[in-house]
């Protein structure tokens, strides 16, 4: 079984910033379409940044020139740098994995993996 296992939220004020990461076991993530989504409350669950198997990367136009997703494939491990934070960045983020390599600008039901969120909490 695929699992993914998500870290490194908290609780920040506005303009404050947080690191993520995603380590996943039972595969190796470099060969596929990896995934940072959050959902607020209330909302549904949305694609903040995803990232290919060549590292190409985008990102949701609200968290542009703010957010930066990247992948150690050294260590297995998916990150999501969080800068300038805005309280409406306040959700779970979840790591997730797609069966495919690159255009990883698809839709959530595409995503065959998830983690189970780590909570980012922005206070103005």
């Known amino acids: 079984q695929v699992q993914l296992v998500e870290s490194g939220g908290g609780s920040v004020q506005a303009g404050g910033s947080l690191r993520v990461s995603c380590v996943p076991s039972?595969?190796?993530?470099?060969?596929?379409?990896m995934g940072w989504f959050r959902q607020a409350p209330g909302k549904e669950r949305e694609a903040v940044a995803t990232i290919g198997d060549i590292g190409t990367s985008n990102y949701e136009d609200s968290v542009k020139g703010r957010f930066t997703i990247s992948k150690d494939n050294d260590k297995n491990t998916l990150y999501l740098i969080l800068n300038s934070l805005k309280p409406e960045d306040t959700a779970v983020y979840y790591c997730?994995?797609?069966?495919?390599?690159?255009?990883?600008?698809?839709?959530?039901?595409?995503?065959?993996?998830w983690g189970q969120g780590t909570q980012v909490t922005v206070s103005s």
């Open positions: 997730a994995l797609a069966s495919r390599r690159y255009g990883c600008w698809v839709s959530r039901d595409d995503y065959n993996y």
């Open positions: 039972g595969l190796t993530i470099s060969t596929y379409c």
